[in-house]
């Protein structure tokens, strides 16, 4: 693609430290099938500072080659000027083989943060579950802090931690400076909708390590109402309010966006085109956010 690269815009230009410009990362995951060399020159072509890679399963890093790949793709990242601040991976507790060799990977690279996988309810007992969930994680938080990686609880609905109550309670007990919240704001208002996300938000602000941003309208389907998942400014987030929020609590860490939708096309190529057009302009919207804010 020939777009030209959009300008970094401060969030917070007041903060004296090196993290004072969040780095605005693009999620990989929609991008699977790029290589490394060839994501970096794409995602730095239309403006990004840094890509979300993800390193589970069929992603960019397979666990079972992260000691190899991760260093590899984060010299791939760099050699186009981009940031490598966080990876999203499937790792759910220390019984993952994957959870040492991942976590001591990003820990000698200098990857600061790391998303965890998704915890899923039983129905059951949900009290109990939430227990379990809550040993998993802590070990896998601490493991996490020996390595000198911080991990960042996702808000996802449908699985624990979607209503973030779930979250405050599984992250009590822990250090705050290396477990925090991955704030998903589009989850959020699916789950909380109105103003709950909004109380939820002003509760945990000071403790989000990382954002994932994305936009979304209800939508009926044969399967019940589902989010929808839109165009940044298409849907149902207030935006200014939550990069209000934001700096209101001197947020410096990475920002995430998902391309959750499908932005068409008739081949494998235009798929690919369409989808980096798509990212521009949700970054173009995201620009325009932050600056109202």
């Not at 090196?18 to 403006?47: E, H, Y």
């Not at 609880?153 to 992250?171: K, M, Q, S, Y």
């Not at 789950?191 to 939508?219: C, Q, Y």
């Not at 690919?272 to 919207?285: G, I, K, T, V, Y």
């Amino acid at each position: 693609m020939g777009a030209a690269a959009l300008p970094f815009i401060p969030l917070f230009p007041s903060l004296p430290s090196v993290d004072a410009n969040p780095p605005v990362c693009l999620f990989s995951k929609p991008l699977q099938t790029m290589p490394w060399p060839r994501l970096a020159q794409a995602v730095k072509q239309i403006g990004f500072t840094g890509i979300d890679l993800t390193v589970r399963p069929g992603g960019h890093v397979l666990p079972e080659r992260v000691t190899e790949d991760l260093p590899a793709a984060l010299e791939a990242l760099r050699k186009e000027g981009l940031d490598l601040p966080m990876i999203t991976t499937e790792l759910l507790s220390l019984r993952d083989p994957a959870a040492e060799t991942t976590l001591a990977a990003a820990g000698r690279l200098g990857i600061p943060y790391c998303k965890p996988g998704y915890y899923k309810y039983k129905f059951v007992n949900v009290r109990a579950e939430l227990h379990e969930v809550a040993a998993d994680f802590q070990g896998l938080a601490t493991l996490a802090q020996s390595k000198q990686v911080r991990m960042g609880f996702h808000n996802h609905t449908g699985n624990v931690g979607g209503p973030v109550w779930d979250i405050a309670e599984i992250l009590a007990g822990l250090d705050p400076k290396w477990a925090g919240y991955y704030f998903d704001p589009g989850h959020a208002v699916a789950e909380g909708g109105g103003a709950g996300w909004k109380v939820v938000l002003n509760r945990i602000a000071p403790h989000i390590f990382m954002t994932s941003i994305k936009d979304f309208v209800w939508e009926r389907s044969n399967q019940g109402w589902r989010e929808h998942w839109v165009p940044l400014g298409e849907g149902m987030v207030d935006w200014k309010y939550y990069f209000s929020e934001l700096r209101r609590t001197q947020f410096h860490g990475p920002i995430s966006l998902h391309i959750e939708y499908n932005p068409g096309g008739a081949t494998p190529s235009a798929k690919e085109d369409n989808l980096l057009a798509a990212a521009q302009r949700d970054l173009q919207f995201l620009w325009k956010a932050l600056r109202e804010a």
